[in-house]
């Protein structure tokens, strides 16, 4: 019986031994610093990361009071400490400022946890220990940030507040999220704040339309274009208020904000108010077709005295008649030219004509450029027909827009020899394409190039000859036929300008 008693004693120690072993080597092989100390302070175990930690060997601290680790004046820290463990409680992610032997002040997080005997009675403590200069320094790199992108929105929402365009912000769902107090006031709300609470308040205190008179679609305002897909889409829109008529106009830009994966985060609008500029537009418009009314009465007076000097001298005079046939093609420009300028006015007051019959697309487009083709051998004109279909539209406004385009893509690239028109069929519509191999088109101009009386510039700065009001009249002419235009460029390598028109017009 005693020989059984002793081996299984001889078995329990062995056991507690081992368990000894395995806490020892388990101290000493940490990574983090473990010291375990008396609750009055004197240091009872040290590891070997304590010693690289604080630069002190065991030898040097073991049976020391532990307040050598305790920055001048801290033992209210260490009295506090004391008194949760005496309560038998530990303490998770205890931050702190440790002094090194060198002098160095470094900054710790540790777990604290109180030693028990059997009886439960709390003799002593165990810390482990972590160096945390990286997460201190990270928090402070984070507190900077923080407090510079405060600065920033600070700043930001300051400019946004002061600059005279009125400017909103609408998330991937379409919602109004930010707005400035300009775009309230225009849209007729007396704050921002207002604004967000009432977005929908608008759409029934202002009906839209387009430069030409016609109603504007809601689809087509620029932040809903960006909500589909589109990159940069300009309009330019008047707002008529309901109550007194009054209209004010407004150049509509919308941008992307794209996150880090490519998907949309939100939509900036940008609204410029040109209400005056409209104005002074109207004005200059009165004037244009006063004057272009008054100069086509002399104009006709002397074709009509040109043909019959033509009719007169005929074979008579060889290079008299040469004369007047350059005259009379000059005349024929300024009569283009001259109706050019009443077709604008006419858009602008929403006056101008539609003659609508049913065509053959592709036979009219051979037309334009047969007839370009007659009248300069400058370029190469390679037409490439992929369509049959019969329109509903004004033959001649859709004939005007071919010649110029096909003229533009010969303009705007002098130094080379061809010019590609194409056209085919597509679903319920035809779209048509003049492609040139010229000086391109800047990536910041491509928004602007259909405004009235823009000029495209050269890689010289060289800007063209000419109105440049075919692109804004051909525009309105596409959108009164419920089709699109747009093109694609790059600066140097030439532009492809794109057209649509539906094969019913509704």
Known sequence: MEVKTKDRLKKLLAQREKKHLHYVNLVKSSDSAIISRTLGGSVISWNPAAEKLFGYSAREVIGKNILFLFPPGNEAELNKIQ????????????????????????????????????????????????????????????????????????????????????????????????????????????????????????????????????????????????????????????????????????????????????????????????????????????????????????????????????????????????????????LNKLTELIQNLLDLSKVQSGKLKYNVEKFNIGALIETAVNDIKKASNKHKIIFKNNTDTMLFGDKEKIYRILMVLIENAMKYSSNKDRVIVSAKDMDHKVEIKVKDYGVGIAEDEKDEIFDRFYRVKDSRDKTFPGFRSGLFLSREIILWHKGEIWVKSQKGRGSTFYFTLPTELK
């Open 83 to 330: 008194k949760i463990v005496k309560r038998g409680k530990p303490m998770e992610d205890f931050e702190a400022i440790r002094v090194r032997k060198d002098g160095t002040r470094i900054p710790i997080v540790a777990k604290i946890s109180p030693i028990k005997e059997k009886t439960g009675k709390v003799v002593g403590l165990s810390a482990f220990i972590r160096d945390n200069t990286g997460a201190v320094q990270a928090r402070e790199r984070r507190k900077m940030m923080n407090a510079k992108l405060r600065q920033s929105r600070n700043n930001m929402r300051v400019i946004l507040e002061n600059v005279a365009d009125g400017i909103t912000v609408q998330n991937s769902k379409g919602k109004l999220i930010y707005a400035n107090d300009v775009a309230a006031i225009n849209a007729g709300y007396p704050s921002s704040r207002e604004m967000l609470k009432n977005q929908a308040k608008w759409k029934k205190r202002f009906r839209l339309k387009s430069e030409n008179g016609e109603p504007f679609p809601l689809k087509r305002l620029p932040g809903r274009r960006v909500l589909k897909g589109e990159a940069n889409p300009r309009e330019t829109v008047g707002f008529i208020n309901r109550e007194n008529q009054e209209t004010k106009w407004a150049v509509i830009k919308a941008r992307p904000i794209i996150t880090e994966k490519g998907k949309l985060r939100a939509v900036v609008n940008i609204m410029n108010d040109i209400t005056e500029r409209k104005e002074l537009e109207r004005r200059k418009d009165d004037f244009i077709s006063i004057a272009s009314h008054e100069l086509m009465t002399p104009i006709t007076s002397i074709k009509g005295f040109m043909q019959l000097l033509k009719k007169d001298l005929k074979g008579e005079n060889e290079r008299i008649s040469n004369f007047l046939v350059k005259m009379d093609n000059q």
